[in-house]
């Protein structure tokens, strides 16, 4: 599985992280970023993205996989293929 950015973001190309800042805080092109990469599965902390977690749980191109009190995992409903 490729994995689009993970704790070790400062080895990240800047582009790539303000990609990601723009997913982590539901900007308002954030599907267009999640395409742009081909992601299929969005792993994600209510600590601190609460605001993304709610929109894709509104948003119909995604399903709520799993979720407690710690975060949300989300899956496209359908595939992009890379």
Excluded: C, Q
Excluded at 51 to 58: D, E, G, P, V
């Amino acid at each position: 599985m490729k994995i689009f950015l993970n704790s070790h973001a400062h080895l990240v190309p800047r582009d790539v992280w303000l990609d990601y800042l723009n997913i982590a805080s539901a900007s308002p092109n954030w599907k267009d970023k999640l395409d742009r990469y081909g992601v299929n599965t969005v792993v994600v902390d209510f600590r601190f993205r609460t605001r993304l977690i709610n929109t894709i749980k509104r948003d119909e191109d995604w399903d709520l996989k799993y979720e407690n009190n710690l975060g949300a995992v989300f899956e496209r409903k359908k595939t992009i293929l890379n």
